[in-house]
């Protein structure tokens, strides 16, 4: 049997309610990672290997160094995932790959690797974009979570609000103009003299801080549309830094972040808050690296309580890069009848983007 008949023997298969396990790779940024997952929403082991402390030398991802250590580490990782699942290859039923959007050397290295397991195996290969993934990591929080439902991503790279039709259907429906919201925490924790990634960082300091010692805001993320800007909030605070340091005093560095936190908490809570209202549907869903913050946690489920919308988030460990996420997609991805070829390419750009 060729490669092509095999997999679509074994897609037909998994479609039709056999064996149901996949085995996932996620390598789009700096944290190397696979999950066995089955039946869509079950996680039956995971490995994660963060780059983090490596990245933090250089006070930032160094895309080389991440497509190295994705090499280097990759073979472990899948075996880490698999031991800690109790299956054997042989077990699996598909296997899954994050093939954008990220950085295109460290997409690649996963891509390429999945590739020769899927084509080794005889299995079919699933493309998950990334954002998707994050979206799917409620499927695994909540099991009984279906769409519709509106969903704010807000990560490194992406700071959407996004109409979630369909399990494989999206709708953009609001964007960031410039930043993402992670990347204003890294870049305001870098000015602050925090290190990478400057997102928990921040928000640990801004725990001790006043939200009200610096008045932060920006007249567009105060407009009715439903895209963000959230440079001019970095630029702020930059501007804040160095004026204060200029006059010999001491930055209030505490206040600075606490007050920093709370202009991007509130606008990303109204904005999407807003948006499901008016979608007129009745779950909000909260997703990417930025889910991890305890404070746009607890400000979007109030402002969901106070409008009598459900609030969903995803657990802890599946906010930041994971692959358990990449293989829950993946799954309504294969039962949709969307199977990658061999000779499917990373991308650095999102299917949102486009
Ligand atoms: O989803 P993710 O792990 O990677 C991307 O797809 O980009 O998101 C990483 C981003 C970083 O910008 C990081 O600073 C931010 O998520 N982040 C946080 C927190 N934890 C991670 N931002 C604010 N508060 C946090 N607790
Ligand atoms: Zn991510």
Do not use: W
């Not at 997102?199 to 009200?212: D, F, K, M, Y």
């Not at 807003?274 to 909260?286: E, F, M, N, P, T």
């Amino acid at each position: 049997m060729s490669y092509a008949e095999s997999a679509a023997a074994k897609a037909a298969a998994y479609r039709e309610g056999g064996s149901r396990t996949i085995l996932a790779i996620e390598s789009s940024c700096d944290e190397t990672a696979a999950a066995v997952v089955r039946d869509g929403r079950e996680v039956s082991g995971s490995a994660v290997h963060t780059q983090i402390p490596i990245h933090r030398l250089y006070g930032g991802v160094v895309p080389e160094i991440a497509s190295r250590n994705h090499t280097e580490r990759i073979g472990a990782v899948v075996r880490a995932a698999l031991a800690d699942a109790n299956t054997e290859l042989s077990q699996v039923d598909a296997v899954a790959v994050t093939y954008r959007p990220g950085l295109i050397g460290a997409l690649l290295v996963g891509v390429g690797y999945a590739k020769g397991l899927a084509y080794s195996l005889g299995l079919p290969l699933i493309a998950v974009d990334h954002i998707t993934g994050h979206i799917a990591a409620n499927y695994l929080t909540y099991p009984e979570l279906e769409p519709p439902f509106i969903c704010l991503v807000a990560s490194g790279g992406h700071s959407h609000i996004v109409r979630v039709n369909d399990y494989t259907d999206f709708t953009l429906i609001g964007r960031t103009r410039d930043d993402a919201a992670g990347e204003a925490f890294d870049k305001v924790a870098r000015a602050l003299g925090l290190p990478y990634p400057g997102g928990p960082e921040l928000e640990r300091i801004a725990r001790e801080g006043n939200r009200e010692a610096y008045r932060l805001h920006t007249a567009f993320n105060e407009g009715e549309g439903f895209d963000f800007s959230f440079s001019g909030i970095k630029t702020a605070v930059v501007n804040i830094i160095h004026n204060t340091e200029q006059k010999g005093e001491t930055v209030d560095r505490a206040g600075v972040a606490a007050s920093f936190q709370k202009c991007v908490v509130d606008a990303l809570t109204k904005k999407s808050v807003r948006a499901a209202v008016q979608s007129g549907l009745s779950v909000l869903a909260l997703a990417g690296g930025v889910s991890a913050n305890q404070s746009l946690r607890e400000s979007m489920q109030s402002a969901c309580d106070h409008a009598g919308i459900r609030f969903c988030r995803p657990d802890m460990r599946f906010c930041t890069d994971n692959a358990s996420m990449i293989g829950c997609q993946a799954h309504y991805e294969l039962m949709a009848g969307n199977v990658a070829g061999l000779d499917i390419d990373a991308s650095a750009a999102s299917f949102l983007n486009q």
